[in-house]
C-alpha cells in the first residue's frame, strides 16, 4: 500500500493548458522552480516512474551488488525493498495468519497458510473467497492486496494496518453499505491503474498497458532511482576485460545518480512516487490528504523559501538505509540552517534563528505528527513550522 496514493495526482497533472496558467497567477515565486511528474517525463533522460520498453535493459540488484555490496545489503532492509511482494512471500501475513474484521453484517477475513493467502468476505448467507496475488507495502504502516479474477485485476477492500494489528477497509475504499456481496469484497481494478501501482512500487515495469510479473523485479532496488543498469555494467565489464580493473569513470554516464540534482529537482525526484508541489495542485487536492505528500508540504514550508539542498529529501533520508525514527537524530540536519544559539545571530550561510524553546528533538515540535484516520497511522508533516497550540491542520 502506498499512502501517496500518486497516481490521481498525475492524472489530474496531465491537464496542462488554460487551467494551469490561471493556476500561476496565485503562487508564490518559489513554486515556479517546481513541475510536476508529467513534465519532468517528457524531458529526456531518466526519471522514476518513466517506462523502459526492455526487460534486457535491467540487471537486478545482485549484479550492482558485485561493485556496490555495501549498499545493495543495506538497501535491502529498507521499507522502500519491500513495497510490493508477492502474497506468498510477506512477512505480514506469514506473522498474521488468521485476520479479519466485521462492518455491519459483512465480515472480511484473510486466512494464510503455507501454501498461500485467502481472502473471504461473508454477509452471512453467501461467501466469497479467492487467492491473493500481490502485497503492496511492508505492513509497518498498511499493507494492501491485488488478486486477480477472470483475467481480471480487483484491489480487496480490506487493508492490514500496522498499528492494528489487524484488518480495516482499504483507505479510500469502505463502503458501509455495498449493494451487494461483490462490491462489498473489492473494486477492479484497470490494466493501466495497476501499471501505474507497479510503477512506484516495483522495478523494471516494461509497459504502459500491462504488467510481466514475471520480469520485475518486485520492491524499489537500484534500478528504480538509477535507471536500467545494463549498459553500465557492460561498459565495465568491456574495460575489466581489456585492463583488468575499471577506472573510477568507466560508465558513469550510462547510469543516473540523483545525488548530481539541484535541491529542486531532487525534490521533485522523490516526488515522481510521493507526489511533488505541482501534483498535489493540479489535483486540487487539500487538508490532511496533503500529508501524504512530503514534497509539497515541505516545499510550502517558510524553510524551503527558493529550495536548499540541506533540506531536499535525502538531506534527511538515505534511500539506502532504513529510516531513522528517533527525533534527536535529525538535530545536526536542523542546525545546518538554524543558529544553535540566540547569542549566534543569523548569517548567511545559517539564516535560521535559534530555538527558544529547546535544544534537541528539533522535529518533534516542527515537524508534528499528525493523524490520518484512513490510516491509522501519524504521519510526520512536513511542513516545517512554529505548531500554535490546538491548530487547525494547515492546508
Not at 526492455?54 to 558485485?66: I, L, M, R
Not at 490494466?191 to 518486485?218: I, M
Request: hydrophobic share 35%.
Amino acid at each position: 500500500m502506498n499512502p501517496v496514493h500518486p497516481f490521481r495526482l498525475l492524472l489530474a497533472s496531465r491537464f496542462l493548458g488554460a487551467s494551469f496558467l490561471l493556476l500561476f497567477a496565485g503562487l508564490p515565486w518559489r513554486a515556479f522552480a517546481q513541475l510536476s511528474t508529467v513534465e519532468h517525463l517528457a524531458r529526456p533522460g531518466f526519471w522514476p516512474t518513466q517506462v523502459n520498453h526492455s526487460s534486457a535493459d535491467f540487471v537486478g540488484q545482485t549484479v550492482c551488488a558485485k561493485c556496490h555490496a555495501d549498499i545493495a545489503v543495506a538497501q535491502k532492509s529498507t521499507p522502500m525493498a519491500h513495497t510490493v511482494s508477492r502474497v506468498a512471500e510477506t512477512e505480514t501475513l506469514r506473522l498474521h495468519p488468521q485476520l479479519n474484521f466485521r462492518q455491519g453484517h459483512f465480515k472480511y477475513e484473510i486466512a494464510s497458510s503455507a501454501v498461500g493467502s485467502t481472502y473471504t468476505v461473508t454477509d452471512g448467507t453467501r461467501s466469497l473467497s479467492v487467492p491473493l496475488v500481490w502485497a503492496f507495502g511492508d505492513g509497518q504502516v498498511g499493507q494492501s492486496y491485488l488478486y486477480l479474477l477472470n483475467g481480471s485485476w480487483y484491489e480487496a477492500r480490506a487493508t492490514f494496518f500496522g498499528t492494528l494489528g489487524n484488518l480495516h477497509f482499504t483507505p479510500g475504499r469502505a463502503l458501509i453499505s455495498p449493494h451487494d456481496l461483490d462490491e462489498a469484497m473489492s473494486r477492479p481494478v484497470s490494466k493501466p491503474d495497476v501499471v501505474r501501482c507497479f510503477k512506484c512500487h516495483a522495478t523494471g515495469v516494461t509497459s504502459e498497458y500491462s504488467v510481466d510479473t514475471k520480469t520485475l523485479f518486485p520492491g524499489i532496488s537500484c534500478e528504480a532511482c538509477h535507471g536500467p543498469g545494463g549498459q553500465h555494467v557492460a561498459a565495465i565489464e568491456a574495460q575489466i576485460l581489456q585492463t583488468g580493473a575499471p577506472s573510477d569513470d568507466t560508465g558513469r554516464h550510462l547510469v543516473f545518480n540523483p545525488r548530481e540534482l539541484d535541491a529542486a529537482d531532487s525534490v521533485d525526484f522523490c516526488g515522481a512516487c510521493h507526489s511533488t508541489s505541482w501534483d498535489v495542485r493540479l489535483s486540487r487536492s487539500t487538508g490532511i490528504a496533503t500529508l501524504l505528500s512530503p514534497p509539497y508540504r515541505l516545499q510550502k514550508s517558510k524553510c524551503w523559501a527558493k529550495g536548499d539542498s540541506r533540506l531536499a529529501c535525502i538531506a534527511c533520508h538515505d534511500p539506502h538505509a532504513t529510516r531513522e525514527r528517533r527525533s534527536e537524530a535529525y538535530d545536526t540536519k536542523c542546525l545546518a540552517c538554524h543558529a544553535s544559539a540566540a547569542s549566534s545571530g543569523s548569517t548567511a550561510d545559517h539564516p535560521g534563528r535559534a530555538c527558544t524553546v529547546a535544544k534537541t528533538k528539533c522535529v518533534s515540535c516542527h515537524m508534528p505528527k499528525v493523524e490520518n484516520p484512513d490510516f491509522h497511522y501519524a504521519f510526520t508533516d512536513h511542513d516545517i513550522r512554529i505548531v500554535p497550540p490546538d491548530e487547525a491542520f494547515p492546508p
